[in-house]
């Protein structure tokens, strides 16, 4: 071995990812803490999720479950994570996300950094002129769905996650 944790997470990268999920304002998790309290003793709150995130001892918390209305009168599910389970969610984002985004096709637009549903309409009205069919699909409860070990399995084959 020869570094001292078995993740190698940069502390400027912990504060980058609780600034951005500071910027995105929400609400406290299912610990009750808010980004308020969090705040109270940021450096040591900060340091703790580091030493948890790089020495591979974290892990998440139950996220907390409320309904949310949509717009047919139904009601959707959303989960709320803590304030640290924002932070490791980006933190993994911005290891995994650069290597992963190599392997999508061009004409994948949905959540993509740098791509926006404009993107898409204006993708769809070029692809209109240059072909005469088209294919629509949309996969209802994708992430309630997929066989999660297969997913896993499919970012450790494309990154060095392990």
Sequence with gaps: MNQAKPFCIPKLEVVEAYERGKA?????????????????????N????????SSGSYFPPPVMRVEIPKGDGRMRPL???????????????????PELEKHFHPDSYGYRPGKSALDAVGEARKNCWEYDWV???D?????????HDLLIRAVRHHTDVK
């Design 24 to 44: 995105n304002k929400g609400t406290a998790g299912v610990d009750g803490q808010s980004i308020e309290e969090f705040e109270s003793s940021l450096k040591d």
């Design 79 to 97: 989960g709320i994570p803590t304030v640290s389970d924002r932070i490791a969610q980006q933190i993994v984002k911005q290891q995994l996300e």
């Design 135 to 137: 294919l629509d699909l």
């Design 46 to 53: 900060l340091y703790k999720f580091w030493n948890r995130m």
């Design 139 to 147: 996969i209802k409860g994708f992430f309630d769905n997929i066989d």
